[in-house]
């Protein structure tokens, strides 16, 4: 028989192997910690990097540059068919008007050089902002009044500074005679740095001085507006379904295993999807909100479905017990007790949602929202883009001044989720209850 030895430690023993543990534990715990703290210290650096790339560059994409000088309303050249009609003025000579009033401010410069030198310096958008200035103000017709114009984009980038007057002519994009037209300008105060009306109430164009995110808001809330009345309803209706109707049998544990497959799909997918369903086979237009809305329904369906049954589940059982025990029917618990309880958690989840589908690009180029799109929308039937597929497009573009005005989409985008998620925060906060 094999005797066993046991050792007694002494108490101070004891103390001292259990002391040396706690040490070794301890600084395993702080190692832990210090690698955590550095984790997100790493994270926060790169999310500074990120917004300070953005706003550096997107912040002066909210201004440019106006020239202010005089311009005669003359009536009889303005408006041929003498009805103020927007027919009218659009074939009237305000073109020319812009630019006698342009070269007198300029004193008039003669010859053919100096004068095609002096039109570059306007927006090639000059007539239509003139004429739009008339339609909103046609008691000035007639009188002599100033006005402000924006400059080409090249200006723009001269008096930003990325076109040096040091660089030699030939390497430039504008001559010394245009430089010299500006610096006069500037003399004397024509020449403003403000706030761009046309990055917020403009639409696409190829100019960038001209160009503006009116046309992709627009289509971005028709979009949000169609995905958002499909997706909650029959997010909603499914979570309801399966965690207090639905029995637990194999084909709803098949039904789950999908759903939660689905909203790791890959975005693309669902616009391939789109693009072989939608377009192809039932025929409907490319390129415009209400097959866009669908698309990304179908996106976010999953998202929601999976939210809306967690909050469904958040609901005490004894809610549903007092329910039924005060003679409620199954659905008057459901529709009566638990959807309104679990509301706050179904809202929450569907504007994360919807905030998500915002971003998206990939499933909208798939279906042609990527198209150039002049006019803004105005239903979802008619074609259109979105901001996201708007700052992909501008991105593209060789002008410097596109640089600046893609990152002061992105801030107007960024701006649009986090008060999208900010208003997913606040509505938790107000309608959820404690148990």
Not at 69 to 86: E, Y
Request: a neutral charge.
């Amino acid at each position: 028989m094999t005797e066993t030895t046991v050792r007694v430690l002494s108490p101070q023993d004891a103390i001292d192997r259990v002391g040396a543990t706690l040490k070794r534990r301890n600084r395993s715990e702080l190692k832990f910690q210090w690698l955590g703290k550095s984790a997100i210290g790493l994270a926060l650096a790169f999310l500074v990097l990120l917004f300070a790339a953005i706003f550096s560059n997107g912040i002066p994409g909210l201004f440019q540059h106006y020239v202010t000088f005089d311009v005669t309303l003359d009536k009889a050249r303005l408006d041929p068919a003498g009805d103020m009609s927007p027919s009218s003025l659009y074939s009237g000579d305000a073109e020319a008007l812009v630019r006698e009033g342009f070269l007198a401010a300029l004193g008039n410069p003669e010859g053919r050089t100096k004068t095609r030198a002096a039109r570059g310096i306007l927006s090639s958008g000059s007539a239509q902002r003139f004429v739009d200035f008339v339609l909103d103000n046609p008691d000035a017709m007639g009188q002599t009044v100033a006005v402000k114009f924006a400059v080409d984009d090249d200006i723009d980038s001269f008096l930003r500074g990325f076109i040096k007057r040091e660089t030699p002519e030939s390497d430039r994009r504008i001559n010394d005679q245009v430089i010299a037209f500006v610096d006069k300008l500037q003399a004397d105060g024509r020449i403003s740095y403000e706030l761009s009306d046309y990055l917020f109430f403009g639409s696409a164009s190829r100019d960038a001085e001209m160009a503006g995110i009116r046309g992709a808001l627009i289509g971005s809330i028709l979009t949000l507006f169609i995905c958002v009345i499909i997706a909650f309803p029959l997010g909603v209706a499914t979570a309801v379904y399966l965690e207090e109707i639905a029995p637990k049998n194999r084909i709803t544990e098949i039904i789950e295993i999908n759903i939660n497959n689905l909203a790791a799909v890959p975005s693309v997918v669902f616009g391939i999807m789109g693009l072989a369903i939608f377009i192809v086979t039932f025929g409907m237009p490319r390129s415009i909100p209400l097959v866009g809305g669908i698309v990304l329904a179908l996106m976010t369906l999953p998202t929601i479905i999976i939210s809306s049954r967690a909050a469904i589940r958040s609901v005490p059982p004894s809610i549903r017990d007092a329910a039924l025990g005060v003679g409620a029917s199954k659905m008057q618990t459901i529709f009566h007790h638990v959807i309104p309880l679990a509301m706050p958690g179904m809202l929450t989840g569907t504007i994360i949602g919807m905030a998500q589908a915002l971003g998206e690009t990939a499933p909208l180029l798939m279906i042609g929202m990527v198209a150039f799109i002049v006019d803004v929308p105005g239903s979802v039937t008619d074609p259109g883009t979105v901001l996201p597929v708007q700052i992909f497009m501008w991105a593209d573009f060789a002008e410097r001044m596109f640089v600046q005005k893609t990152s002061a989409a992105i801030i107007v985008l960024l701006a649009f989720l986090i008060v999208m998620n900010a208003s997913a925060i606040w509505l938790r906060k107000k309608l959820e209850r404690r148990w």
